[in-house]
Protein backbone atom coordinates (compact mmCIF):
# COMPACT_ATOMS: atom_id res chain seq x y z
CA UNK A 1 0.00 0.00 0.00
CA UNK A 2 1.15 3.67 -0.60
CA UNK A 3 1.47 5.24 2.39
CA UNK A 4 1.95 9.30 0.87
CA UNK A 5 -0.54 10.40 3.13
CA UNK A 6 -0.29 12.50 6.42
CA UNK A 7 -2.51 12.76 9.33
CA UNK A 8 -2.61 15.22 12.09
CA UNK A 9 -4.04 13.61 15.28
CA UNK A 10 -4.98 15.70 18.80
CA UNK A 11 -2.86 14.98 21.36
CA UNK A 12 -4.09 13.13 24.42
CA UNK A 13 -6.24 10.38 24.70
CA UNK A 14 -7.82 10.76 21.25
CA UNK A 15 -4.28 9.96 20.56
CA UNK A 16 -3.92 7.07 22.68
CA UNK A 17 -7.14 5.47 20.34
CA UNK A 18 -5.55 6.40 17.49
CA UNK A 19 -2.58 4.69 17.83
CA UNK A 20 -4.00 1.48 18.32
CA UNK A 21 -5.82 1.82 15.09
CA UNK A 22 -2.58 2.68 13.27
CA UNK A 23 -0.59 -0.39 15.09
CA UNK A 24 -3.98 -2.28 13.71
CA UNK A 25 -3.44 -1.08 10.23
CA UNK A 26 -0.04 -2.52 10.44
CA UNK A 27 1.95 1.10 10.89
CA UNK A 28 4.94 1.59 12.98
CA UNK A 29 3.62 4.11 15.44
CA UNK A 30 6.82 6.61 14.91
CA UNK A 31 6.66 8.08 18.62
CA UNK A 32 8.88 6.55 20.80
CA UNK A 33 8.97 6.84 24.29
CA UNK A 34 8.78 10.51 25.88
CA UNK A 35 10.22 11.70 22.41
CA UNK A 36 9.18 15.21 22.15
CA UNK A 37 8.95 14.88 18.35
CA UNK A 38 5.44 16.31 16.85
CA UNK A 39 5.98 16.00 13.08
CA UNK A 40 6.88 12.36 11.81
CA UNK A 41 6.94 12.89 7.75
CA UNK A 42 5.55 9.68 5.57
CA UNK A 43 7.93 7.05 5.00
CA UNK A 44 7.87 3.58 2.29
CA UNK A 45 6.31 1.92 6.16
CA UNK A 46 3.54 4.16 7.68
CA UNK A 47 1.86 7.51 7.00
CA UNK A 48 3.13 10.97 8.43
CA UNK A 49 1.89 11.99 11.75
CA UNK A 50 1.70 14.94 12.91
CA UNK A 51 0.50 15.55 16.85
CA UNK A 52 -1.50 18.75 17.04
CA UNK A 53 -3.65 20.62 19.95
CA UNK A 54 -7.29 19.66 19.31
CA UNK A 55 -8.24 22.40 17.96
CA UNK A 56 -5.42 23.10 15.48
CA UNK A 57 -6.17 19.76 13.75
CA UNK A 58 -8.96 20.86 11.40
CA UNK A 59 -6.50 24.19 10.89
CA UNK A 60 -3.80 21.74 9.38
CA UNK A 61 -5.97 19.99 7.35
CA UNK A 62 -8.12 22.60 5.96
CA UNK A 63 -4.72 24.64 4.82
CA UNK A 64 -3.78 20.91 3.24
CA UNK A 65 -0.55 20.55 5.59
CA UNK A 66 -2.31 17.06 6.70
CA UNK A 67 -4.89 14.80 4.64
CA UNK A 68 -6.37 13.72 7.41
CA UNK A 69 -7.23 14.48 11.13
CA UNK A 70 -8.11 12.87 13.95
CA UNK A 71 -10.05 15.20 17.02
CA UNK A 72 -13.32 14.45 19.17
CA UNK A 73 -16.65 15.47 17.66
CA UNK A 74 -16.84 17.93 20.83
CA UNK A 75 -14.14 19.68 19.36
CA UNK A 76 -15.08 19.71 15.59
CA UNK A 77 -18.58 21.19 17.06
CA UNK A 78 -17.18 24.15 18.89
CA UNK A 79 -14.71 25.26 15.93
CA UNK A 80 -17.04 24.39 12.95
CA UNK A 81 -14.51 24.77 10.20
CA UNK A 82 -16.00 24.44 6.48
CA UNK A 83 -12.67 23.69 5.25
CA UNK A 84 -12.60 19.85 6.34
CA UNK A 85 -15.18 16.96 5.87
CA UNK A 86 -16.08 14.41 8.48
CA UNK A 87 -15.25 11.18 6.56
CA UNK A 88 -15.33 8.94 9.63
CA UNK A 89 -17.17 7.98 12.76
CA UNK A 90 -13.84 5.97 14.56
CA UNK A 91 -16.09 5.06 17.55
CA UNK A 92 -13.46 5.61 20.31
CA UNK A 93 -12.51 8.06 22.94
CA UNK A 94 -17.03 7.98 23.60
CA UNK A 95 -17.94 11.16 25.78
CA UNK A 96 -20.98 13.11 26.18
CA UNK A 97 -20.79 17.32 26.92
CA UNK A 98 -23.25 17.94 29.56
CA UNK A 99 -25.24 20.36 31.27
CA UNK A 100 -24.26 19.98 34.86
CA UNK A 101 -24.67 21.88 38.27
CA UNK A 102 -25.53 21.12 41.86
CA UNK A 103 -28.85 19.71 41.26
CA UNK A 104 -29.93 17.76 38.78
CA UNK A 105 -33.18 20.67 38.11
CA UNK A 106 -33.47 22.25 35.00
CA UNK A 107 -31.98 26.34 35.89
CA UNK A 108 -34.13 29.23 36.11
CA UNK A 109 -33.71 32.79 34.99
CA UNK A 110 -30.44 33.66 33.57
CA UNK A 111 -27.82 32.14 34.39
CA UNK A 112 -23.80 31.69 34.40
CA UNK A 113 -22.04 28.64 33.24
CA UNK A 114 -18.17 27.72 33.26
CA UNK A 115 -17.43 25.98 30.05
CA UNK A 116 -14.14 25.34 27.54
CA UNK A 117 -17.21 25.15 25.20
CA UNK A 118 -18.86 28.45 25.08
CA UNK A 119 -19.70 27.96 21.41
CA UNK A 120 -21.67 25.04 21.81
CA UNK A 121 -23.02 26.43 25.13
CA UNK A 122 -24.50 29.55 23.48
CA UNK A 123 -26.22 27.67 20.70
CA UNK A 124 -27.81 24.90 23.29
CA UNK A 125 -29.60 27.91 25.42
CA UNK A 126 -30.23 29.57 22.66
CA UNK A 127 -32.40 27.02 20.70
CA UNK A 128 -34.33 26.87 24.54
CA UNK A 129 -34.58 30.79 24.69
CA UNK A 130 -32.89 30.80 27.80
CA UNK A 131 -30.55 33.82 28.73
CA UNK A 132 -26.80 32.29 29.26
CA UNK A 133 -23.91 33.85 30.17
CA UNK A 134 -20.79 31.79 29.76
CA UNK A 135 -17.31 32.06 31.80
CA UNK A 136 -14.79 30.58 29.55
CA UNK A 137 -12.28 28.48 30.73
CA UNK A 138 -9.50 26.23 29.79
CA UNK A 139 -9.48 23.61 32.20
CA UNK A 140 -10.29 22.48 35.25
CA UNK A 141 -14.14 23.37 34.99
CA UNK A 142 -15.35 21.07 37.72
CA UNK A 143 -13.93 24.02 40.09
CA UNK A 144 -16.14 26.61 38.92
CA UNK A 145 -19.62 25.41 40.84
CA UNK A 146 -16.95 24.74 43.94
CA UNK A 147 -15.27 28.34 43.84
CA UNK A 148 -18.07 30.19 43.33
CA UNK A 149 -17.59 31.05 39.92
CA UNK A 150 -20.80 30.04 38.17
CA UNK A 151 -23.36 27.15 39.23
CA UNK A 152 -22.93 25.38 36.34
CA UNK A 153 -21.33 24.14 33.50
CA UNK A 154 -20.73 22.57 30.30
CA UNK A 155 -17.86 19.99 30.41
CA UNK A 156 -17.14 16.54 29.08
CA UNK A 157 -17.92 13.47 30.83
CA UNK A 158 -17.04 10.08 30.61
CA UNK A 159 -17.53 7.60 33.64
CA UNK A 160 -18.78 10.97 35.76
CA UNK A 161 -16.48 10.24 38.32
CA UNK A 162 -15.06 13.72 38.06
CA UNK A 163 -18.40 14.91 38.61
CA UNK A 164 -19.26 13.17 41.54
CA UNK A 165 -16.03 14.17 43.02
CA UNK A 166 -16.84 17.77 42.98
CA UNK A 167 -20.67 17.70 43.62
CA UNK A 168 -21.99 17.62 40.45
CA UNK A 169 -25.05 15.90 38.23
CA UNK A 170 -25.72 15.97 35.10
CA UNK A 171 -28.69 18.31 33.96
CA UNK A 172 -28.63 17.61 30.49
CA UNK A 173 -26.92 15.59 27.88
CA UNK A 174 -25.54 18.64 25.29
CA UNK A 175 -23.46 16.07 22.46
CA UNK A 176 -22.17 12.57 22.06
CA UNK A 177 -18.89 12.68 20.88
CA UNK A 178 -16.61 10.31 19.94
CA UNK A 179 -12.99 10.65 17.78
CA UNK A 180 -13.80 11.61 14.36
CA UNK A 181 -11.98 11.13 11.05
CA UNK A 182 -11.81 14.40 9.05
CA UNK A 183 -10.33 14.78 5.58
CA UNK A 184 -9.14 17.15 3.19
CA UNK A 185 -11.74 17.90 0.62
CA UNK A 186 -9.05 18.72 -2.34
CA UNK A 187 -6.42 15.86 -0.76
CA UNK A 188 -9.90 13.21 -0.70
CA UNK A 189 -10.99 13.93 -3.98
CA UNK A 190 -7.72 13.73 -6.13
CA UNK A 191 -5.74 11.62 -4.10
CA UNK A 192 -5.50 7.74 -4.38
CA UNK A 193 -3.43 7.36 -1.49
CA UNK A 194 -6.44 8.74 0.75
CA UNK A 195 -9.40 6.78 -0.21
CA UNK A 196 -6.63 3.73 0.65
CA UNK A 197 -6.01 4.57 3.90
CA UNK A 198 -9.72 5.56 5.08
CA UNK A 199 -10.73 2.20 3.64
CA UNK A 200 -7.89 0.11 5.68
CA UNK A 201 -9.41 2.11 8.58
CA UNK A 202 -12.91 1.47 8.08
CA UNK A 203 -12.12 -2.47 7.76
CA UNK A 204 -10.67 -2.23 11.06
CA UNK A 205 -13.62 0.09 12.91
CA UNK A 206 -16.22 -2.36 11.65
CA UNK A 207 -14.60 -5.10 12.56
CA UNK A 208 -13.88 -3.98 16.61
CA UNK A 209 -17.01 -1.63 16.17
CA UNK A 210 -18.25 -0.46 19.89
CA UNK A 211 -14.61 -1.33 21.17
CA UNK A 212 -12.56 1.73 22.72
O1 LIG B 1 -5.95 20.52 26.27
P1 LIG B 1 -7.21 19.73 26.28
O2 LIG B 1 -7.68 19.30 27.65
O3 LIG B 1 -8.31 20.32 25.44
O4 LIG B 1 -6.84 18.39 25.54
P2 LIG B 1 -5.83 17.30 26.06
O5 LIG B 1 -4.61 17.37 25.21
O6 LIG B 1 -5.69 17.33 27.54
O7 LIG B 1 -6.62 16.02 25.62
P3 LIG B 1 -7.52 15.09 26.51
O8 LIG B 1 -6.70 13.92 26.83
O9 LIG B 1 -8.18 15.87 27.60
O10 LIG B 1 -8.61 14.63 25.42
C1 LIG B 1 -9.58 15.52 24.96
C2 LIG B 1 -10.56 14.79 24.02
O11 LIG B 1 -10.81 13.44 24.43
C3 LIG B 1 -11.90 15.50 24.04
O12 LIG B 1 -11.95 16.45 22.98
C4 LIG B 1 -12.93 14.36 23.87
O13 LIG B 1 -13.28 14.22 22.51
C5 LIG B 1 -12.19 13.11 24.35
N1 LIG B 1 -12.59 12.60 25.68
C6 LIG B 1 -13.13 11.36 25.90
C7 LIG B 1 -12.45 13.22 26.86
C8 LIG B 1 -12.94 12.33 27.84
N2 LIG B 1 -13.35 11.19 27.23
C9 LIG B 1 -12.90 12.73 29.25
N3 LIG B 1 -13.32 11.97 30.13
N4 LIG B 1 -11.96 14.43 27.20
C10 LIG B 1 -11.90 14.78 28.48
N5 LIG B 1 -12.36 13.99 29.52
C11 LIG B 1 -12.17 14.53 30.89
C12 LIG B 1 -13.44 14.91 31.62
O14 LIG B 1 -13.80 16.24 31.29
C13 LIG B 1 -13.01 14.80 33.08
O15 LIG B 1 -12.39 15.98 33.50
O16 LIG B 1 -11.58 13.55 31.70
C14 LIG B 1 -11.96 13.69 33.05
C15 LIG B 1 -12.42 12.34 33.55
O17 LIG B 1 -13.72 12.03 33.10
P4 LIG B 1 -14.72 11.14 33.96
O18 LIG B 1 -16.12 11.56 33.59
O19 LIG B 1 -14.43 9.73 33.55
O20 LIG B 1 -14.41 11.37 35.40
MG1 LIG C 1 -7.29 17.63 28.97
Known sequence: MSVDTTVAVAKGRIMDVFQDLWNQAGFPWPIHGKSRQLWFPPNQDRPGLIVARARDVSILVARGIADFGVVGMDVLEEYPDPGVMRVMNLKRAECRLVLAGQSAKWPEGPLRVATKYPHITRQFFQKRGHPVETVGLSGSVELAPVIGLAPY??????TGQTLQQHGLTVVETILWSTAQLVANP?????????????????????KKAGAT
Request: aromatic share 8%.
Open 186 to 206: GSWRIRESTREFHQKLGTIID
Open 153 to 158: IVDVVD
